[in-house]
């Protein structure tokens, strides 16, 4: 199970950090990765990041202005958002992937477990 929170209305060029705890299995050996979805668009790859925390991988949209990490002791991954954008707006999920490698992060369809989302909100 993975339970995202984190999320807010903040203004442009502000910051969040999102979390998603994750209880039930083996966290620390899961690829685990953040989707975004808007309103009326389509679910995209947002960040990624390997069991071990040595690889990850980031959408064009948000390199340099969103890192990714994660604490295996605590169950929980992060997303530190910074520089937020009003097209940074939609719901944030975490997802979780047993066994899957890097290489397939940003393949949704893969990943087993998801949380509910949190949504994050960027006025300008």
């Known amino acids: 199970q993975l339970q995202a929170c984190g999320g807010g209305l903040v203004q442009a060029g502000g910051s969040l950090r999102l979390s998603c705890v994750a209880s039930g299995g083996t966290f620390s050996t899961f690829l685990m990765v953040w989707f975004r979805q808007a309103p009326g668009k389509a679910r995209e790859f947002v960040t990624g990041i390997s069991w071990s925390g040595g690889s990850t991988s980031y959408a064009d949209s948000v390199k340099g202005r969103f890192t990714i990490s994660r604490d295996n002791t605590k169950n929980t991954l992060y997303l530190q958002m910074n520089s937020l954008r009003p097209e940074d707006t939609a719901v944030y999920y975490c997802?979780?992937?047993?066994?899957?490698?890097?290489?397939?992060?940003?393949?949704?369809?893969?990943?087993?477990?998801w949380g509910q989302g949190t949504q994050v909100t960027v006025s300008s």
């Open positions: 997802a979780a992937g047993p066994g899957v490698g890097m290489i397939f992060a940003r393949d949704a369809g893969r990943l087993n477990y």
